[in-house]
């Protein structure tokens, strides 16, 4: 099994701060995606394939990666940003998620 | 516009069973593989089952495997899970999901089951 790692677990950023999350896999995986999650709601698909945002996603939001390590990017935070976001390997069975990483605004 | 309504969701004790199902609208369902995904309260995502769209391949996590049963009527529209022996540690909200390739571009609003005595 894969086991994606994210860091930070929490965190807390200003309106307009850059913003960058990671996702470290045990094993290499041909893509990552990313879902994020407000509270009280269902997952959103929020970027597939690494770095394709998912329709309706602000370009403010970017993706990257490859092996190993992943990232997302919030080029400027905006309060709607407010989420947990998790990364998703689909590479091999059983497809598995990281445990999250809850963003605040500050 | 695509929808995912699940149902079947409730209390029910240790050692007991329970038939989740999903409904799909807004696509050609017989085109798409499904999932099933929980989320435990106050936890993260866990992925637990996967059916291709012709019902040819099915998938399980460890956790579920021998336990658990995905299946699908695409005359119907809907996808299922049958539980049994369920555990404390299968209370979660149980969601389904569409695949796209592997990854889920479309959620239900999840069914809650608790299993407690």
């Known amino acids: 099994e894969i086991v994606l790692t994210q860091s930070p677990t929490t965190m807390a950023a200003s309106p307009g701060e850059k913003v960058t999350l990671t996702c470290r896999a045990s094993?290499?995986?041909?893509?990552m995606h990313w879902y994020q999650q407000r509270s009280g709601t269902s997952p959103k698909l929020w970027i597939y394939?690494?770095?394709k945002l998912a329709s309706g996603v602000p370009n403010r939001f970017s993706g990257s990666g490859s092996g190993t390590s992943y990232s997302l990017t919030i080029n400027s935070m905006e309060t709607e940003d407010a989420a947990t976001y998790y990364c998703?390997?689909?590479?091999?069975?059983?497809?598995?998620f990281g445990s999250g990483t809850k963003l605040e605004i500050k | 516009e695509v929808q995912l309504v699940e149902s079947g969701g409730g209390l029910v004790q240790p050692g007991r069973s329970l038939k989740l199902s999903c409904v799909a609208s807004?696509?050609?369902?017989?085109?798409?593989?499904m999932n099933w995904i929980r989320q435990a309260p106050g936890k993260g995502l866990e992925w637990v089952a996967y059916?291709?769209?012709?019902?040819?391949?099915?998938y399980y996590a460890e956790t579920v495997k021998g336990r658990f049963t995905i299946s699908r009527d695409n005359a119907k529209n809907t996808l299922y899970l049958q539980m049994t022996s369920l555990r404390s540690e299968d209370t979660a909200l149980y969601y389904c999901?569409?695949?796209?390739?592997?990854?889920?571009?479309?959620w239900g609003q999840g069914v809650m089951v608790t299993v407690s005595s």
């Open positions: 999901a569409r695949a796209r390739g592997v990854f889920f571009d479309y």
């Open positions: 094993s290499s995986v041909s893509y």
């Open positions: 059916i291709s769209s012709g019902s040819s391949y099915i």
């Open positions: 807004g696509f050609t369902f017989s085109n798409y593989g």
């Open positions: 394939e690494t770095s």
């Open positions: 998703q390997q689909g590479s091999s069975y059983p497809f598995t």
